[in-house]
């Protein structure tokens, strides 16, 4: 399923994901939760999904891992941070994202700093 498109806009909680499938031009949802999804890539082989989302009681954004089909959530981080804007590597062997550790003010994760620093995980 590599000839799609990954985006997201308001669903049944703040924003959920959806899949666009170029070739068939049909939309799936792909999240659905209370909370929001936010920036997001697909792997390079088109099979799975990293993004940030902000999760249930935690005024940070996390990374999370799915399936195209909506199976097999995982959240991978969960660190007292705000994970951003997570990249497959272009081999899909690592995630790349943004971590900023320092709020600067009391809040969501907006609130936290312009910044931070790299990381690397396995997916």
């Not at 497959?88 to 809040?107: E, H, V």
Request: charged share 25%.
């Amino acid at each position: 399923m590599v000839d799609a498109a990954l985006f997201n806009t308001p669903g049944t909680g703040g924003r959920d994901l959806y899949l666009r499938s170029l070739e068939k031009l049909t939309v799936v949802q792909i999240t659905d939760s209370a909370e929001y999804e936010v920036t997001r890539a697909l792997s390079p082989d088109g099979y799975r999904i990293v993004y940030a989302a902000g999760v249930p009681g935690d005024r940070a954004d996390h990374i999370l891992k799915i399936g195209v089909d909506g199976k097999s959530h995982i959240q991978l981080t969960d660190m007292d941070a705000s994970d951003t804007t997570p990249r497959f590597s272009p081999d899909g062997s690592q995630i790349i994202f943004a971590r900023d550790k320092t709020s600067i003010r009391s809040g969501l994760a907006a609130s936290w700093e312009n910044g931070g620093v790299i990381c690397v995980i396995n997916p």
